[in-house]
């Protein structure tokens, strides 16, 4: 009587009163997961029994996590060993079960946990009880309709019940002798089609990026061009205003920042964007929001520079006396080179060929919004190649794409490169996938001296696709803009989350990413040869995009091919090194059969030959 009056023949307790919570909904988004947003919904799998709906749960829980979204996955046979294992498979212990497990989703949803339940519920009263139980409370319920087909599901039987079901065994087993109520209007159906796992957890994934429950992964690109129909006018300002005059280098960062690689970044780094980017390798957004951006974007300028130009609302910056953008309210700051090359490069050696470029720069950056007057292009006969990320990412649509894996590479393509990337096509077909497709992408901004140039680099792999060493139907061939830093495991964040923004979801990483030797002792490398594709997979700001590390593949002389590193057998294996490549291209050598496509090598080898 303490609790107040209970009527057995009711089962309900009287005299209770609702409390509410003194923690808001918001309050604890802002602690609980990523974005610091509210994603607690629940998401109701119902289906046959065997028709796929924990397994789609779980891979969708485990999706979610991997973004950083809070989530757990609440099965049916779990629930019966626990909360519910008094209850059997009657009518009305059935819809006790629906309900008890809607009131727990309700409980998680309310926390700002993504509920994921799984259960056959084959009453549709019972569903909507529940989705009434989450409307009233303001959250949102999600119906998915699992709709595998009974002789599908039955084939299945994982568990063996459709046999002792079709036996006798078993009595009421809903699809057998007991029906299954399937929902009139349920939010998502899926499996009708015999749909893969992955094309499945897309659909979900789709649907919940759709309600705002969890934000997709590639986000809007920002391109910082100026509208076609006010070019005239704003080349007509530039004209009149005060102008900096900016050098190759940073003409090539300034395309990739018009382009929208870098995007959110609206401009070259203003003091604040240059202190988060070096010292967390990322920005912070309005709405809460962490991106990575791991290298600074920034613009030199001298003391006579700022002396001129500080306190402007806006400067021309001018490229061979043409003016090429409008920088907007320009913001000077100190440019503290020691310590960011400390802290990009993991050293100050002004041997490293890209800390000797900003150490020839003045002592200044400014910072500010851009307005770009026109699209930039080279003239070399390349920039067909070279499509900006908005332009990926319909490219990737028109060939059907239904994954997009990226490799990212400064150097000639041997078959050891192609192995790898036809072992992931391999791996994403095998997943599910039906077209998966690769962006081959060089680099094609700045690279030191000794870097194989990227005309060379062009033509050589044409020759890899036209001798189909690499299918040039599941291949895309485009340009990167953006200057090489060689700045290790920083760099290569930078790398990939470029190629998240052009649309890709996975990457392939290798050894020493964007590594060099150490430009005190060539004999070393400057960055551990691992640690690239480490970094990556912990990264913060890019959990929309699979890293997939890159296995070492080597000349493998008893079968006159390269194949996968095998450490046992490390004896049988030749490692080809960089430098060994280009003593043989210069003196006229033919590499092992196998190593390269004859027509890629004849192409390296007149380069070498030209430098002799």
């Known amino acids: 009587k303490i609790l107040g009056d209970f009527s057995s023949s009711q089962k ?18 802002q602690v609980l997961g990523v974005e610091s947003r509210f994603h607690g ?28 979204v809070p989530c757990y996955g609440l099965d049916g046979d779990n629930m019966r060993h626990g909360l519910n294992k008094n209850l059997g498979f009657s009518a009305e212990d059935r819809a006790e079960n629906i309900r008890r497990v809607g009131e727990v989703c309700k409980l998680f949803a309310d926390g700002g946990i993504v509920a994921l339940a799984s259960f056959i519920s084959p009453f549709e009263a019972d569903r ?66 015999g749909e893969s796992l992955e094309e499945s957890m897309k659909k979900v994934i789709s649907l919940l990026e759709r309600y705002d429950v969890v934000q997709s992964q590639v986000s809007p690109v920002t391109e910082l061009f100026v509208p076609p129909a006010q070019v005239a006018a704003k080349t007509a ?36 964007e240059f202190l988060q980017c070096l010292h967390f390798g990322t920005l912070m957004q309005p709405d809460g929001k962490i991106v990575n951006q791991s290298i600074a974007i920034v613009l030199p300028a001298t003391d006579e520079d700022k002396a001129r130009l500080a306190g402007q609302e806006a400067v021309a910056l001018v490229y061979q006396d043409k003016p090429v953008a409008i920088l907007k309210k320009p913001e000077f700051f100190a440019a503290r080179k020691e310590e960011r090359a400390c802290r990009q490069f993991g050293t100050s050696d002004a041997r490293h060929p890209y800390i000797a470029q900003i150490n020839s720069y003045g002592e200044w950056l400014v910072g500010g919004d851009l307005e770009v007057l026109q699209r930039i292009t080279w003239n070399d006969g390349l920039d067909h190649y070279r499509l900006t990320p908005n332009e990926l990412r319909a490219e990737f649509a028109k060939r059907g794409a239904d994954a997009v894996f990226a490799f990212q590479l400064r150097n000639p393509i041997h078959n050891g490169h192609a192995l790898l990337m036809q072992n992931t096509h391999e ?32 033509a050589q792999h044409d020759c890899v696709l036209r001798e189909r060493v690499l299918d040039p139907d599941a291949t895309l061939v485009a340009i ?51 640690h690239g594709k480490a970094v990556l997979q912990m990264a913060p700001g890019l959990k929309g995009l699979e890293i997939i590390p890159f296995v070492v593949a080597a000349y493998n002389k008893k079968e006159g091919r390269m194949t996968l590193f095998d450490p046992k057998n490390a004896a049988d294996f030749d490692m080809i090194s960089g430098t060994r490549m280009r003593k043989l291209a210069k003196s006229g050598e033919l590499p092992p059969d196998g190593f390269m496509c004859p027509s890629g090598w004849q192409v390296l080898a007149e380069y070498y030959k030209s430098l002799v």
Not at 41 to 67: D, H, M, N, Y
Not at 253 to 259: I, P
Not at 427 to 433: A, D, I, P, V
């Open 128 to 193: 909507n009880n529940v989705r009434k139980l989450h409307e009233d409370a303001g959250l949102r319920f999600i119906e998915c309709y699992v709709a595998t087909p009974l002789p599908t599901c039955e084939s299945r039987d994982p568990k063996g019940l459709y046999k002792k079901a079709r036996a006798g065994l078993i009595k009421g087993f809903t699809g057998i002798d007991d029906v299954y109520e399937a929902p009139s209007k349920p939010e998502l159906v899926i499996g009708l089609d």
């Open 12 to 29: 309900m307790a009287t005299n209770v009163t609702a409390v509410e919570h003194v923690v808001s909904r918001s309050s604890r988004a």
């Open 237 to 272: 300002e530039a004209a009149a205003l005060p102008a900096l005059t900016i050098d190759e280098l940073s003409l090539q960062w300034l395309q990739v920042l018009s382009e929208g690689w870098a995007s959110p970044l609206k401009g070259f780094m203003r003091e604040t």
């Open 427 to 458: 791996m994403l077909l095998k997943r599910g996938f039906k077209k998966p497709l690769l962006l081959l992408h060089p680099l094609g901004g700045w690279t030191k001296d000794d870097d194989v140039p990227l005309p060379v680099r062009m």
């Open 480 to 530: 990167f803009p953006s200057p090489m830093l060689y700045a290790g495991p920083t760099e290569v964040q930078w790398h990939a989350k470029a190629r998240m923004n052009a649309g890709a979801n996975h990457y392939i990483v290798g050894r020493d990413p964007a590594g060099m030797a150490h430009p005190a002792n060539k004999d070393i490398n400057l960055y551990d040869a691992d």
């Open 41 to 68: 919904c629940t998401v109701w799998f119902t289906g046959l029994s065997g028709a796929g709906k924990t397994t789609l749960s779980f891979a969708i829980e485990a999706e979610l996590c991997r973004r950083g």
